[in-house]
């Protein structure tokens, strides 16, 4: 229930390959105008690709950010519409929340997710039950480094160039999960410097694509 990457309840992605220097960057809880559009302005500067595990309220509650998202060529998945702990939910519950934040962003982003991350990392065999039908990959992530807490740009980014290594799913937060429009602009002043860092030793980020197996369309 509690480790992100266990797959005692079904398949989870939780790093790309060992072999080389490759990197996924993903984002959670967004969209957020007062974070993702930075963060898109950077990516597309950089020319990075990224993965933006939304939520549906807020899909629907920023329909302009909402619409940017959906015009760039990332990646974007399911974070749930309200971002509850699924693990002691049952299974109606959790297909209610999976399937409106299914709804909500193929209505505003006109774009079908693929994949599937669980607010916290928190499951129980009915959220692979219900992402199998919607036909999504679940996915953890490697390097999380609370950017959530607010701990300062400069420290967001030092973390994250600490814990750097090969495949990594780096977790970021362009939004809150608790509030409509919460602060993450240390995460969105941090991003530059951490794309710098870790092309600085030689990796390279990419497409979050690259580790999916999941059928465009199936289940939906």
Same mark, same amino acid.
């Given at each position: 229930?509690?480790?992100?990457n266990?797959?005692?309840?079904g398949?989870?992605?939780?790093r790309g390959?060992?072999e080389?220097?490759?990197l ?13 559009? $930075?963060?898109?302005?950077? +990516?597309?500067e950089?020319? #990075?690709p990224?993965a933006f595990?939304? /939520? @549906?309220?807020? %899909? ?6 909402a619409?940017r998202l ?12 309200r ?7 049952g299974?109606?519950f959790?297909?209610g929340?999976?399937?409106?934040a299914?709804?909500?962003?193929t209505?505003?982003?006109?774009r079908?997710?693929?994949c599937f $991350?669980a607010?916290?990392g +928190?499951r129980?065999?009915a #959220?692979?039950?219900v992402?199998?039908? /919607? @036909?999504y990959? %679940?996915?953890g992530?490697?390097l ?19 814990g750097?290594r ?5 977790l ?7 509030a409509?429009e ?13 794309? $710098? ?5 030689g ?8 580790l999916?197996?999941a ?6």
């Amino acid at each position: 229930m509690f480790a992100p990457n266990s797959t005692l309840f079904g398949r989870v992605i939780g790093r790309g390959p060992r072999e080389g220097r490759t990197l996924f960057l993903t984002f959670d809880d967004g969209p957020n105008p007062g974070a993702t559009d $930075r963060i898109l302005e950077v +990516l597309e500067e950089r020319s #990075v690709p990224a993965a933006f595990f939304v /939520l @549906g309220r807020h %899909v629907r509650l920023h329909p302009q950010t909402a619409s940017r998202l959906a015009r760039s060529p990332h990646v974007i998945g399911n974070h749930t519409q309200r971002h509850p702990k699924l693990h002691l939910r049952g299974r109606r519950f959790i297909e209610g929340e999976l399937r409106a934040a299914h709804a909500s962003i193929t209505d505003v982003l006109e774009r079908t997710p693929r994949c599937f $991350r669980a607010p916290h990392g +928190l499951r129980n065999p009915a #959220v692979h039950s219900v992402a199998r039908e /919607l @036909g999504y990959d %679940v996915f953890g992530w490697t390097l999380g480094v609370w950017d959530s807490s607010c701990p300062g740009a400069e420290e967001i980014r030092a973390r994250v160039r600490r814990g750097l290594r090969p495949g990594a799913i780096i977790l970021l937060h362009d939004g809150d999960g608790y509030a409509s429009e919460g602060d993450r602009a240390q995460t969105a002043e941090a991003l530059d410097g951490i794309i $710098r860092d870790a092309r600085d030793v030689g990796y390279e980020f990419r497409p979050l694509t690259e580790l999916m197996t999941a059928v465009p369309g199936a289940g939906a």
